[in-house]
């Protein structure tokens, strides 16, 4: 999974690098091929007699022309979605970094202060993530409302667990959650980028439709097993209380309890979700294929 992260990355890079060269230098060329054709101008722009008139065309037309092709390209919609995107794929790409670096430099003793490293980083991508359900409902983003409503309920609320407990920050568990994490947005992001752009992948949308699942249900035990120790860490330090803005204080043990329930059913419908959008995802693009 880390290598199939690690492939989706460069070929995003490479993809960039391709789209900006194919911009600067293939649009123009058409079009003046077709303004030749237009004027009844010969369009070998190869040919050494018609060399310099080929220049002198491109440099007349290729300018308003570019310009009018960046209004039609940068709209308001497509900014705001590839920032949106180009956002949440550099922040897990640095989280990945960080997170590697870390770990070659000081082994284990990298893992208790994860959460004191990124958990800023990570606060603010997965605080980011309820955009995408407006992303959904607005049309953006043709995924299942459901199993993204859950993760990313599933996923602040965790986050917000965590931030209220300190004990809890420096646990193993907070680690390996937070690269489960890191790995679903690798598989996620690049693959969302490059159709951004128009210029979508197989291998990166199978990889993200198939290792997706099993990277999830570890995600998922990772985040129940981080409920876990904090009901036990609550109900052997005595703080079965925490005062909440409302009138009655809560039992945090119970809640935690019943949101153990509530996860592992939801994690449920969401892998079989999750499996129902591969096939469908996989089977339209095997039509395009086809045709």
């Known amino acids: 999974m880390l290598s199939a992260c690690v492939k989706n990355v460069n070929y995003v890079l490479h993809s960039l690098q391709y789209q900006v060269f194919a911009f ?3 649009f123009p060329t058409e079009v003046c091929q077709k303004e030749r054709k237009k004027n009844g101008q010969p369009t070998n722009t190869h040919a050494h007699k018609h060399k310099h008139n080929t220049h002198k065309v491109a440099a007349a037309v ?24 180009m956002f949440q794929f550099c922040a897990h790409t640095w989280i990945l970094a960080n997170m590697t670096v870390r770990f070659l430099m000081f082994g284990r003793d990298a893992l208790a202060d994860t959460f004191y490293s990124i958990g800023v ?3 603010l991508c997965q605080l980011f993530t309820v955009l995408e359900l407006f992303h959904i409902a607005d049309g953006i983003d043709k995924s299942w409302i459901l199993p993204r409503l859950f993760q990313v309920v599933e996923r602040n609320l965790l986050l917000f667990t965590i931030v209220m407990m300190e004990e809890i920050q420096s646990k193993p568990v907070v680690c390996a959650q937070f690269f489960l994490w890191n790995i679903l947005g690798l598989l996620r992001y690049p693959q969302e980028l490059l159709c951004v752009m128009g210029s979508p992948s197989l291998n990166m949308l199978w990889n ?3 290792l997706y699942v099993p990277t999830y249900i570890l995600a ?7 409920v876990y120790q904090a009901v036990n860490h609550l109900e052997k330090a005595g703080r079965g209380r925490l005062q909440l803005p409302i009138s009655s204080p809560n039992r945090v043990p119970i809640l935690l309890k019943t949101y153990l329930i509530i996860l592992a059913v939801g994690a449920t419908v969401t892998v079989w979700q999750l499996v129902k959008e591969r096939q469908q995802r996989l089977e339209k693009w095997n039509k395009k294929l086809k045709k």
Do not use: D, H, I
């Not at 009018?68 to 497509?78: C, E, I, N, P, S």
């Open 220 to 226: 998922a035990v990772a985040e129940g097993v981080t």
């Open 24 to 26: 600067g230098n293939s």
């Open 121 to 123: 980083v990570m606060s």
């Open 208 to 210: 993200r439709y198939t």
């Open 62 to 85: 290729a300018r308003p022309a570019a310009l009018q092709g960046l209004k039609m390209w940068f709209t308001a919609r497509f900014l705001y979605v590839f920032t949106y995107n």
